[in-house]
């Protein structure tokens, strides 16, 4: 069994910022993407950001420069600091991973964590 577990959601107010973690726990024999989502009500589920093993990282155009994806691979940790909030981001954000265990690779997803930016 694997688990993605989120936390640091919450209400901020438009200029603020919130800083998101996620931590997989189980049977975990190695990890290769892991990043965030988020789905807005109304909207599909888009990509915010992604951190390969290696590093290398990837975000949507509309949060460059504000939001910063990283990870610690020794504790299987991704995190997501986002500055400048707009209250376009006010979404629910879903922590996910592509992980190997010792039967199969898959991709895993947290149970989601509400940001809320008011104006």
């Known amino acids: 069994q694997v688990r993605l577990v989120e936390s640091g959601g919450g209400l901020m107010q438009s200029g603020g910022s919130l800083r998101l973690s996620c931590t997989a726990s189980?049977?975990?024999?190695?990890?290769?993407?892991m990043g965030w989502y988020r789905q807005a009500p109304g909207k599909q589920r888009e990509l915010v950001a992604t951190i390969t093993s290696g590093g290398s990282t990837n975000s949507v155009d509309s949060v460059k420069g504000r939001f910063t994806v990283s990870r610690d691979n020794a504790k299987n940790t991704v995190d997501l600091q986002m500055n400048l909030l707009k209250p376009e981001d006010t979404a629910v954000y879903y922590c996910y991973a592509n992980i190997q265990t010792p039967f199969y690779r898959n991709d895993y997803w947290g149970q989601g964590t509400q940001v809320t930016v008011s104006s």
């Open positions: 189980g049977m975990i024999v190695s990890i290769g993407a």
